[in-house]
Every structure is written in structure tokens, then in C-alpha cells.
């Protein structure tokens, strides 16, 4: 069956970096777009990045563009997020998920994402 574990996440100072991970399983990890989503406490979800199938073409909301990078190992099937110069803003659970269609192409419309992880927690606080 499908799943995305992520980890990474914990408490960093404003300006620290964190590094996110996505252990994906169960499908073929290569042939999908894949996102990170956060939800900072009390608010909906919040689109964050994409990335296609080969790393070849990247997206970023404009709150973390410059800051945050995602990228990919299809060897090791796992999904990351590099997250630098950290805002008190920036304090979330962070999801990663996969688009439902193999190759197809980018989409902000959560009901695309037909699986999600469980989340890791993110809190930039001094």
C-alpha cells in the first residue's frame, strides 16, 4: 500500500534551516509529482512546492520562494524539502503528497493529492 512518512521536523530559531524528508512506498515514486502542503495552527492548508518526475521543473509559493528547495532522490524513493532563513511564519505541520496520475502535470488543487503523510511539525520560535 501507499505511504509517505515524513521527518525532519522540530524546533529551530528564526534564520535557522530545517531539512524535511519523504519516505515514499508502495508506488512508483518516479512517474509522480510530488508537493509539500503546511497548515500553520488555525489556518487551512497552504501549498508550498512541486516537483515533477526527473527534478527537471520546480514550483514554490512566493512566502518561502528564495528561501525553501525541493528536490528529489528516485533512488532512495524519498522526497525533500531544504528550508533556510526560517520565519516565525513558517511554523506548520508540513505534509508531502503525490499527484493521483503518473507523469500528468502540476497542480495546486489538493484534490488531486490522493495520498498524504502524516505530517511533521515545524515551529521557528526564539
Known amino acids: 500500500q501507499v505511504q509517505l512518512v515524513e521527518s525532519g521536523g522540530g524546533l529551530v530559531q528564526p534564520g535557522g534551516s530545517l531539512r524535511l524528508s519523504c519516505a515514499a512506498s508502495g508506488f512508483t515514486f518516479s512517474t509522480y509529482w510530488m508537493y509539500w502542503v503546511r497548515q500553520a495552527p488555525g489556518k487551512g492548508l497552504e501549498w508550498v512546492s512541486a516537483i515533477n518526475t526527473d527534478s527537471g521543473s520546480t514550483y514554490y509559493a512566493d512566502s518561502v520562494k528564495g528561501r525553501f528547495t525541493i528536490s528529489r532522490d528516485n533512488a532512495k524513493n524519498t522526497l525533500y524539502l531544504q528550508m533556510n532563513s526560517l520565519k516565525s511564519e513558517d511554523t506548520a505541520v508540513y505534509y508531502c503528497?503525490?499527484?493521483?496520475?503518473?507523469?500528468?502535470?502540476?497542480?495546486?488543487?489538493?484534490?488531486?493529492?490522493?495520498?498524504w503523510g502524516q505530517g511533521t511539525q515545524v515551529t521557528v520560535s526564539s
Open positions: 503528497a503525490k499527484d493521483s496520475l503518473p507523469i500528468a502535470t502540476m497542480t495546486y488543487s489538493f484534490s488531486a493529492y490522493d495520498y
